[in-house]
């Protein structure tokens, strides 16, 4: 059985308690930081300043997705803040193979993620950079969206190019990932499961996660 990573998107969190919020899924192992501009995507959530107030208050690996334009200038203030892993969007660093190894010389692991409209082909060149590949299935910008199926033959090629690859990268999913579509995911090769609102939508944190890690 493969093990499966849960990641809760504190998008989802009430932000009027974030520091209760981190607490209460103290037991995943990483924690998803959605930051958002209003320009990449429509939406404007919260920064490098969020995420260092929040660093102290859990053990969990910060697994920052960076939602913005342009993304070069925050790399070194989001690692500051205490990011482990900073993902970025290949639709959205012209010059992604530097984006990655600037990634990676702050001490972060390096993330790519893609759209539900960019093909596998768009990150083949830079898979030995990259320690996560982020698939997205939704369109990036708001919690709560409907997954979209049609990303499951995208997630498969990645696995495939992963295998090939050799290399030890986490293939992670986000968006409308919940107890129906998590296993799906998971039967496509997904290993790290991104999810805000099927854990922050229930009151029973632990149980949800664990209805998540049980996608295998
Ligand atoms: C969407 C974000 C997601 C979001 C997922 O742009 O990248 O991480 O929080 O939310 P749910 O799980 O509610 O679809
Ligand atoms: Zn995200």
Redesign the pocket.
């Known amino acids: 059985k493969p093990s499966i990573i849960v990641a809760p ?4 969190a009430d932000f009027a308690r974030l520091k209760d919020e981190v607490e209460s899924v103290s037991r995943a192992p990483w924690l ?1 930081l ?1 930051v ?1 501009d209003g320009h990449f ?1 429509p ?1 404007i959530s919260f920064g490098p300043s969020v995420i260092a107030a929040l660093r102290k208050h859990t053990k969990a690996k910060f697994d920052v ?1 960076l ?1 913005i334009a342009p993304v070069d200038p925050y790399l070194e203030a989001t690692a500051k803040a205490g990011a482990d892993h900073i993902t970025v969007h290949v639709e959205n660093a012209p010059h992604v193979h530097r984006t990655l190894q600037t990634i990676r010389s702050l001490g972060c692991k390096a993330g790519i993620a893609l759209c539900p409209a960019t093909p596998p082909e768009a990150i083949s060149e830079v898979m030995d950079l990259v320690d996560i590949i982020l698939v ?1 299935t ?8 409907s ?1 979209l199926a049609s990303q499951l033959p995208k997630i498969k090629k990645i696995s495939q190019m992963i295998k090939e690859s050799g290399r030890d990268i986490v293939l992670a999913v ?5 107890p129906k579509t998590a296993p799906l995911t998971v039967e496509a090769g997904a290993r790290m499961l ?6 922050y ?1 229930q009151s029973d944190r632990d149980a949800a996660i664990r209805a998540l890690q049980g996608a295998d």
């Not at 986000?174 to 919940?178: N, R």
């Not at 991104?194 to 854990?199: C, E, N």
């Open positions: 998107s504190l998008l989802a998803h959605d958002m995507v939406n997705h939602m997205m939704v369109n990036p910008g708001f919690g709560g969206q997954f986000d968006g409308g990932i919940d991104v999810a805000g609102s099927a854990i939508g």
